[in-house]
């Protein structure tokens, strides 16, 4: 199942938040993945995950900002200190849990493989030897190279 975090360097981003005079937390995020975190028509980063890193702010009485870059580049530029957390659909793992702390989840959801709905795909196996579209760095991506080799992420 895949779990909604917040990926966040706890200890720093409360020394970090604590030390700015101007209160700002800035997150990290990876605005593709709609209705989650996408960028609207105004070209506005927004979305559920938007809303939540938001009422972050807004209890710690700080602004927010989002800067959007591509999911597999989040948690290199987080350890970089490029932002203070990221909030994304992000599954905890034990690779990405030796490399950042995360929140509680507050967001489960189902991860599913999108076809036409008259179309000759049903299954894994009908997709066998086919390229498949999918986000770099995810676990979707890391499932497809260990479980199914045969289709082509």
Do not use: W
């Not at 700015?20 to 559920?48: M, Q």
């Not at 929140?103 to 049903?122: D, F, I, M, N, W």
């Amino acid at each position: 199942m895949k779990k909604k975090l917040i990926v966040m360097l706890l200890a720093s981003l409360s020394v970090h938040a604590a030390s700015v005079s101007a209160r700002t937390l800035h997150f990290g995020t990876s605005a593709t993945y709609a209705p989650y975190e996408f960028v609207d028509a105004d070209n506005k980063i927004v979305g559920f995950d938007i809303d939540v890193a938001n009422a972050v702010c807004k209890e710690m009485q700080a602004e927010c900002s989002f800067t959007n870059q591509s999911f597999d580049s989040l948690i290199p530029s987080l350890r970089f200190k490029k932002f203070d957390a990221v909030i994304a659909g992000m599954d905890m793992t034990p690779k990405r849990e030796q490399q950042v702390s995360f929140s509680q989840p507050y967001y489960e959801g189902l991860s599913a493989v999108v076809v036409t709905r008259k179309g000759a795909y049903h299954t894994f196996a009908d997709l066998k030897g086919k390229k498949v579209g999918l986000e770099n760095g995810t676990t979707h991506q890391r499932y497809l190279q260990d479980k199914q080799q045969a289709i082509t992420p």
